[in-house]
């Protein structure tokens, strides 16, 4: 005659892991693992959850990465645009006064059109770090050169 008495098993250690991902959202993972189990395992389980977290956050991150990326390109093409007219305008200004020799920015036009160079820089700076924040990211994700790693388009929203 079968046994229908369940079988005994050693108790269980629970665990719950809160991960953050990229402020906008929160993920948990809670599991166990035999009580009995040897540290060793108990580390590569918890080893095996966290490098996932980690991925998780990358993917989001990176989402917000290629967003910044296109909006600092954006930017550089504005702001270059900004200090050619701005030049442009102050060089209409000193032909239409009447005043002789070469053109030159001098004083506060001067100030203004390094300080829009500045930001240039500046944002040429960033977009360098950005894209290699993005290759870095989706090499971990092992995202392909179209942008695709089998699962959601991670350039979209």
């Given amino acids: 005659m079968p046994d229908d008495t369940p079988a005994v098993t050693a108790p269980a250690l629970g665990f719950s892991i809160s991960a953050k991902l990229n402020n906008k959202r929160e993920i948990v993972v809670q599991s166990h693992v035999p009580l009995d189990m040897p540290a060793e395992d108990v580390s590569k389980i918890l080893d095996g959850v966290l ?3 980690d991925r998780q956050d990358t993917r989001y991150r990176l989402k917000d990465l290629y967003t910044m990326l296109e909006v600092d390109t954006t930017n550089i093409a504005t702001h270059m645009e900004q200090a050619a007219d701005l030049q442009n305008k102050y060089a209409e200004e000193f032909a239409a006064s009447g005043r002789r020799g070469e053109f030159k920015l001098a004083g506060q036009q001067r100030t203004n059109v390094d300080n829009l160079h500045k930001t240039i820089d ?6 360098a770090k950005v894209k290699l924040e993005i290759a870095e990211a989706e090499k971990l994700l092992g995202v392909k050169k179209n942008g695709s790693d089998g699962s959601a388009n991670l350039h979209t929203g």
Wanted: a neutral charge; aromatic letters at 0%.
């Fill in 51 to 53: 490098d996932q977290l």
């Fill in 122 to 127: 500046g944002l040429k700076e960033r977009v």
